[in-house]
Structures are given as structure tokens and as C-alpha cells.
């Protein structure tokens, strides 16, 4: 069974530029996370989608983030513009329902510069 | 307000010896909490759950051991193994809110 992909896997980019973040999830889970992982601490979610539903975005700084997930299966995440403070690894997981144990993918890291 | 804390960031043992990973959290509404282990430059990976209506769950050299009343549970290795070195997260879901919050994990080293 294929794992969480994601890409691209390393980005640095200068600070007010825009990056977006590509995920697809392992086939047929419904849920969908975006996590955000500064060095040193635990991931904080950013949203959270039920296939194309989002479950929660609470956390999602939304004046310069954005995510969508088309047709319920792959995501992608944007930054625009991006800060210093954005600095860090982005990680997406799934599972197959909301109540589940969380497949995570390998991240991208970010660095702005 | 972080409502699930690792207190110790990390965690050194002997390759045989039992390793113990705390957790402590704040919200009581968590009924389900999770372990995660998580390689350099990897995504975490799940280890073991366990519900809040038990109070331990095993699996193999890994048993996780719920204290509801005092808002508490713990990973237990048994035997350590090098292979176990890695950081551990823990998760605490709030599953009629939907709700997952994570720890900032413990870093284990297992000495040959």
C-alpha cells in the first residue's frame, strides 16, 4: 500500500514570496490533515478535511493560508506571503475516518529566508 | 495553553532496560490518545492507542497505561532496543469534537 506523498520535500523561498505544498493521501481515506511542525515542538494542525469538507481550520492563520482539496482526494496548502515565523515542516497525514490512527507523509521544509 | 504536555524532552536508557515516556494533559474531554514514534526526516508514525475507558494497552514490547483521574499516561518499552531512538509523540483526540493536539514529544536514545 503506496503511503501519505507529499512534494515538494525541501522549499526556501524569501520572505512575502508565495509557495504552495502538494499532498495526496493514501487511497480511499476520507480524512485529511495539514500540520504545521516548528523545530523542537509537536505538530499543530492547520485544517482538517472530511473528503472535500473542512472539519476544522481554527488554527489556519487565514489572512495569508489557504488550502483546498478537490474532489476529496489530494490537497494542497498555501502561503502567501510567507514570514520568517513560517519556517518549518509542513506535514500532511490521513486516515480513514476522523477517529483513526494517522498515516503521515515525510513533509516538506520550509525555510524563509 | 497547551493541553498536552511532555514534560521531559528527553530520555536516555540501556539497550534491555524499560524506557518510560510520560504524558500529562489538561483537557478532559480527550477520550482516546495515541503514540507516535518519529525517525529524522520522516513523518511520524503511529505506535499504539489506547481509549479512555481502559487503563492499559499492550502491544508486543509497548504498553501505554491511562490514569484518567489524574490526567496522566505513560509508554513503557520493555526491552529498550537501539532501534527504539527516535522522538515519541503523544496525541490526545477529543473524538465527538473532532479534536487531535499533540505533545512537543520526548527524544529516547538507546545506548548499545
Sequence with gaps: ?113 | DQQVKQNSPSLSVQEGRISILNCDYTNSMFDYFLWYKKYPAEGPTFLISISSIKDKNEDGRFTVFLNKSAKHLSLHIVPSQPGDSAVYFCEGDNTNAGKSTFGDGTTLTVKP
Design chain 1, 1 to 113: 500500500e503506496a503511503g501519505v506523498a507529499q512534494s515538494p520535500r525541501y522549499k526556501i523561498i524569501e520572505k512575502r514570496q508565495s509557495v504552495a505544498f502538494w499532498c495526496n493521501p493514501i487511497s480511499g481515506h476520507a480524512t485529511l490533515y495539514w500540520y504545521q511542525q516548528i523545530l523542537g515542538q509537536g505538530p499543530k494542525l492547520l485544517i482538517q478535511f472530511q473528503n472535500n469538507g473542512v472539519v476544522d481550520d481554527s488554527q489556519l492563520p487565514k489572512d495569508r493560508f489557504s488550502a483546498e482539496r478537490l474532489k476529496g482526494v489530494d490537497s494542497t496548502l498555501k502561503i502567501q506571503p510567507a514570514k520568517l515565523e513560517d519556517s518549518a515542516v509542513y506535514l500532511c497525514a490521513s486516515s480513514p475516518g476522523p477517529y483513526n490512527e494517522q498515516f503521515f507523509g515525510p513533509g516538506t521544509r520550509l525555510t524563509v529566508l
